[in-house]
């Protein structure tokens, strides 16, 4: 669906926004709250439907905008109840968004940009390369597609989305506009009114754009991590190079420590078999964090086509979690969802339109390595 690139498109406008558009058309601002239930709470697309707003503004609204979702291009569901939906994003481009279903609770992972312009080493999505990022709407556009989906597969559900992580594709933190004006929708009574603890924004470790945060949102904060010492994490996480560990856990620290809370950051960890999953590592990653306020979470590697790991045993992968544990830290293991759609952790890929020529590099190696 096309449209002017003049027009707003109102699905990303925060409660802010709205207030500052509805005073700029000469209108009480309390009309903000009203247009705002309509876009999230009922999900109307019509203008003419907003029955407690006046004509004239309606006309107005209509003029100056539009309320549009991203085009979803193809849904899957997961033989364990996983969903992944493919969306086309205004690049042309696709992204994926997954849904996790659990006993109690709900878990959408959502992309902030179409491809990764990092290039994490075990993450498909970085094989990809990058193409743009999401705008607002097409952030929120993914929580609103899904709320409506599920609400008709989960009928007995009063809430079926009680989590959101920005952990899709993409680094949330290199589009940080967009992506913090996303999740104020998302904890906004007026939009989705999901939990700050709920909300959770992923980063490889943007150090400069974790300061910034702070001072932006309350929103839950988990870093890549997935190595004990620089050395390594440079090889996995190449912004490492450039925000090594030293900096990046006291920028995470500092963000945990403003809000005067019990809160902590999440640690994600993918274990890949004789990588980073040697008991000399569990010790110096126990040592590494051992006055930081986090928890661990274990990620056991999710394969991919032309991946250059293996997933380790469980048996390798309980070890690791015990000598954690024994150090006195709270730690999970995060269990593999939706791999049979390739919508586990690690292997959302989209259809991506590469502007940074890595695709065709990974591809390159790819096909060698097989002749």
């Not at 599920?150 to 559900?157: D, I, K, N, Q, V």
Request: proline share 5%; hydrophobic share 40%.
């Amino acid at each position: 669906m096309t449209t002017s690139p003049d027009k707003h498109n109102y699905l990303g406008f925060t409660r802010s926004r709205m207030t500052a558009f509805m005073v700029e058309l000469g209108e009480k601002p309390f009309r903000a709250g009203q247009i705002l239930k309509w876009i999230h709470h009922r999900g109307f697309n019509s203008f003419d439907e907003m029955t407690d707003i006046s004509k004239a503004l309606r006309i107005r609204l209509a003029e100056l905008g539009e309320i549009r979702e991203p085009e979803v291009i193809t849904e899957r569901v997961s033989k364990d109840g996983t969903r992944k939906w493919l969306i086309k994003s205004a690049s042309g481009s696709a992204v994926e968004t997954v849904f996790i279903p659990e006993e109690g609770r709900g878990t959408l992972c959502v992309s902030s940009q179409v491809g990764c312009a990092l290039d994490c080493k075990f993450c498909s999505t970085g094989k990809q390369g990058f193409n743009s990022n999401l705008t607002a709407a097409e952030i929120i556009g993914q929580v609103r597609i899904a709320t409506r989906v599920l609400a008709s597969a989960y009928p007995e559900r009063e809430r079926v989305v009680t989590n959101i992580v920005l952990m899709g594709m993409g680094e949330p933190l290199l589009n940080f506009d967009n992506v913090t004006a996303a999740v104020d929708l998302m904890m906004d009574d007026l939009g989705y009114g999901i939990s700050k603890r709920k909300v959770t924004i992923s980063t490889a470790g943007v150090v400069p754009a974790i300061y910034q945060l702070a001072e932006t949102t309350d929103a839950s904060l988990a870093i890549s991590l997935h190595a004990p010492n620089n050395a390594l994490r440079d090889e996995l996480v190449p912004i490492n190079r450039k925000y090594p560990i030293e900096a990046l856990l006291p920028a995470c620290r500092r963000y945990a420590e403003n809000f005067g809370e019990k809160r902590t950051v999440t640690v994600e960890y993918t274990l890949m078999d004789g990588v980073n999953d040697q008991p000399e590592h569990a010790v110096e990653l126990a040592e590494l964090l051992a006055d930081f306020p986090c928890k661990i979470n274990l990620i056991p590697f999710n394969p991919f086509p032309g991946a250059p790991y293996k997933r380790p045993s469980m048996i390798a992968v309980r070890a690791f979690q015990d000598r954690l544990v024994r150090a006195g830290h709270a730690v999970t293991t995060r269990t593999t969802r939706g791999e049979d759609i390739q919508a586990a952790c690690g292997q959302l890929v989209g259809e991506v339109e590469d502007k940074t020529r890595r695709s065709a590099r990974y591809k390159k190696i790819a096909a060698e390595e097989v002749a």
